[in-house]
T-cell receptor
Framework: GQQVQQSPTSLVLQEGENAELQCNFS?????MQWFYQRPGGSLISVFY???GTKQSGRLTSTTVIKERRSSLHISSSQITDSGTYLC???????????FGTGTRLQVLP | DPKIIQKPKYLVAVTGSEKILICEQY?????MYWYRQSAKKPLEFMFS???????DNQTASSRFQPQSSKKNHLDLQITALKPDDSATYFC??????????????FGHGTKLSVL
């Protein structure tokens, strides 16, 4: 089964609305990261967030390792936020990074 | 200015042929990786190398062979190409292999289409 579950699969927002993206892990993990990917583009690390809450501008990530979950909050969304947001975890006792299938975000004007 | 260079960006190949995907990183990292992204599938780990030595592979077919001529190079040779190999192949790197303390950095990918 899928080790990294992301929800929602896709999300359409009006510019200015907030978004909450969820990531749940089925196995124990050492760490996790949030990535942003434009269509046909490279992945950009948005947050490396082993535990707790981190904020960068309009983005806030909250990870609770013990509960095997993480969320990414986007406030006051902009059209340029459109793309796919991927979460990935490093499984415990390995150095393998496992990715979720992503949340495809579209922000409309 | 990209620090992880993948060549080519797009590649079209015929079934049965052989291709090499190039990856060079200029971040001074010691660990490099290959990932594969197919339509409607999660990004999949393929290989990890540290100091030019294979650390881990994810049961990739023997048709996929990483090649590391230098610490900052990790090319991917694919032989006997099949249409199912069509995907975007991403190269990545990190300073070390203890990914609980590291960020992963990705290249722009090589989009491979096998006809």
């Amino acid at each position: 089964g899928q080790q990294v579950q992301q929800s929602p699969t896709s999300l359409v927002l009006q510019e200015g609305e907030n978004a909450e993206l969820q990531c749940n892990f089925s196995t124990s993990l050492n760490s996790m990261q949030w990535f942003y990917q434009r269509p046909g583009g490279s992945l950009i690390s948005v947050f490396y967030n082993p535990s707790g809450t981190k904020q960068s501008g309009r983005l806030t990530s909250t990870t609770v390792i013990k509960e095997r979950r993480s969320s990414l909050h986007i406030s006051s969304s902009q059209i340029t936020d459109s793309g796919t947001y991927l979460c990935a975890m490093e499984r415990s006792n390995t150095n393998k990074v496992v990715f979720g299938t992503g949340t495809r975000l579209q922000v409309l004007p | 200015d990209p620090k992880i260079i993948q060549k080519p960006k797009y590649l079209v190949a015929v079934t049965g042929s052989e291709k090499i995907l190039i990856c060079e990183q200029y971040l001074g990292h010691n660990a490099m990786y290959w990932y594969r992204q197919s339509a409607k599938k999660p990004l999949e780990f393929m290989f990890s190398y540290s100091y030019q030595k294979l650390m881990d592979n994810q049961t990739a077919s023997s048709r996929f062979q990483p090649q590391s001529s230098k610490k900052n190079h990790l090319d991917l040779q694919i032989t006997a190409l099949k249409p199912d190999d069509s995907a975007t192949y991403f190269c990545a790197s990190s300073q070390g292999t203890e990914l609980s303390n590291e960020r992963l950095f990705f290249g722009h990918g090589t989009k491979l289409s096998v006809l």
